[in-house]
């Protein structure tokens, strides 16, 4: 059973669109994040929810928005599309917001390209 | 400001040679830090956490040590395998989350 899944995995689009990422984690945990890793690796966090409750908003473009319809799922919505969006984007989860230690378990990844 | 650096961005080493990655960080004071593996095309996975009163932690041929002193950890691959290649990752947590490294890519030569 995969524990943190992402939808899709690779997603191709044209500069203005709009286009939104799933995931879900089947590992009961309270808190879910979004990340950003570019082109250098850099692995950026975006947004974290705890209890579908916004957590930490990392001055992230209002174009994006998260949502959190129950504990087990946050998606990710990217309205008008730019090339700096291009990147890949991984879902995580924990069982508590992070400062406890918990252990983060992350999706697979979806790899967005903008053309 | 918080930085996180991690010694190298690649770092070669021949099998059965101990790999030894840094991960040096400013402007933090965490109560743990943790390391993950990443392999291409994957999402990190979580390896080691050690906490600030612990100076070493190990599992299998990796080993980790924390000086909060000097602000590093030290990541250790003993006995190094081609398996291992990866890019390691460490984080800290800052304000109920998590900051990572760059990561430092570890190639195995069999």
């Known amino acids: 059973d995969t524990a943190v899944s992402q939808t899709p995995k690779y997603l191709v689009t044209q500069m203005g669109n709009d286009k939104s990422i799933k995931c879900e984690q089947n590992?009961?945990?309270?808190?879910m994040y979004w990340y950003k890793q570019d082109s250098k690796k850099f692995l950026k966090i975006m947004f974290s929810y705890n209890n579908k409750e916004l957590i930490i908003n990392e001055t992230v473009p209002n174009r994006f928005s998260p949502k959190s319809p129950d504990k087990a799922h946050l998606n990710l919505h990217i309205n008008s599309l730019e090339l700096g969006d291009s990147a890949v984007y991984f879902c995580?989860?924990?069982?508590?917001?992070?400062?406890?230690?918990?252990?983060?378990?992350f999706g697979p990844g979806t790899r967005l390209t903008v053309l | 400001s918080q930085k996180i650096e991690q010694n190298s961005e690649a770092l070669n080493i021949q099998e059965g040679k101990t790999a030894t990655l840094t991960c040096n960080y400013t402007n933090y004071s965490p109560a743990y830090l943790q390391w993950y593996r990443q392999d291409p095309g994957r999402g990190p996975v979580f390896l080691l956490l050690?906490?600030?009163?612990?100076k070493e932690k190990r599992k299998e041929r990796l080993k980790v040590t924390f000086d909060t002193t000097l602000k590093q950890s030290l990541f250790h691959i003993t006995a190094s395998q081609p398996a291992d290649s990866a890019t390691y990752l460490c984080?800290?947590?800052?304000?109920?989350?998590?900051?990572f490294g760059a990561g430092t890519t570890v190639t195995v030569r069999a």
């Open positions: 984080a800290l947590p800052n304000d109920y989350k998590l900051s």
């Open positions: 995580a989860s924990s069982p508590r917001l992070a400062g406890g230690g918990d252990t983060q378990y």
């Open positions: 590992l009961g945990h309270d808190t």
């Open positions: 050690i906490r600030e009163n612990e």
